[in-house]
T-cell receptor, first 112, second 116 residues
Framework: RKEVEQDPGPFNVPEGATVAFNCTYS??????FFWYRQDCRKEPKLLMS???SGNEDGRFTAQLNRASQYISLLIRDSKLSDSATYLC?????????????FGAGTQVVVTP | GAGVSQSPRYKVAKRGQDVALRCDPI?????LFWYQQALGQGPEFLTY????????KSGLPSDRFFAERPEGSVSTLKIQRTQQEDSAVYLC??????????????FGPGTRLLVL
């Protein structure tokens, strides 16, 4: 079983709609969590960190559920430019540094 | 300021050739990471440097893979006797501090390696 699992999608979302998806992780020692966005043939870019209390950045809301070991991302009022692959990243501290574990990504396609 | 840069952006190698991939991290960043991303997958960790010290190389798939960062800035990932399964995008990332759990990693554009 992979340490970080995501629904690959694609999630086809009409422009203006809301979409949400989860990511599960297996290592309870995981310390921190991120969502990265990756456009086709581009590098991953940080979308947002995920905090224990949940956090919001504009149209994006991230939640962490430590008991069930998953994080979620919700996108409101979807824009065409939100079409991308969203990578879940889990980081656990090993010795003096943390190691990023990536999920395989969830593809979101926003349609006009 | 400038982000992470990588060269070459594309590399085609014949099976058995050696290749060298270069990464220029963000200036002043202490930590440098290499990842391998296969098609349709998320990046997989290869190795980690803190300044010039290679503190973790547990993700290197075989002894054909070698990485160095001799002066604590530019890093090179070398793959000897390339095989077709080495075909992937090789991503470099850097972070400001010692790579702690909360630190953001900034990625370069990657090198697309195709082994024929």
């Amino acid at each position: 079983r992979k340490e970080v699992e995501q629904d690959p999608g694609p999630f086809n979302v009409p422009e203006g709609a809301t979409v949400a998806f989860n990511c599960t992780y297996s290592n309870s020692a995981s310390q921190s969590f991120f969502w990265y966005r990756q456009d086709c043939r581009k590098e991953p870019k940080l979308l947002m960190s995920v905090y224990s209390s949940g956090n919001e950045d504009g149209r994006f809301t991230a939640q962490l559920n430590r008991a069930s070991q998953y994080i979620s991302l919700l996108i409101r009022d979807s824009k065409l430019s939100d079409s991308a692959t969203y990578l879940c990243v889990v980081n656990r501290t090993t010795d003096s540094w943390g190691k990023f574990q990536f999920g395989a990504g969830t593809q979101v396609v926003v349609t006009p | 300021g400038a982000g992470v840069s990588q060269s070459p952006r594309y590399k085609v190698a014949k099976r058995g050739q050696d290749v060298a991939l270069r990464c220029d991290p963000i200036s002043g960043h202490v930590s440098l990471f290499w990842y391998q991303q296969a098609l349709g997958q998320g990046p997989e960790f290869l190795t980690y440097f803190q300044n010039e010290a290679q503190l973790d190389k547990s993700g290197l798939p075989s002894d054909r893979f070698f990485a160095e960062r001799p002066e604590g800035s530019v890093s090179t990932l070398k793959i000897q006797r390339t095989q077709q399964e080495d075909s992937a995008v090789y991503l470099c990332a850097s972070s400001l501090g010692s790579g702690g759990a909360q630190e953001t990693q900034y990625f370069g554009p990657g090198t697309r390696l195709l082994v024929l």
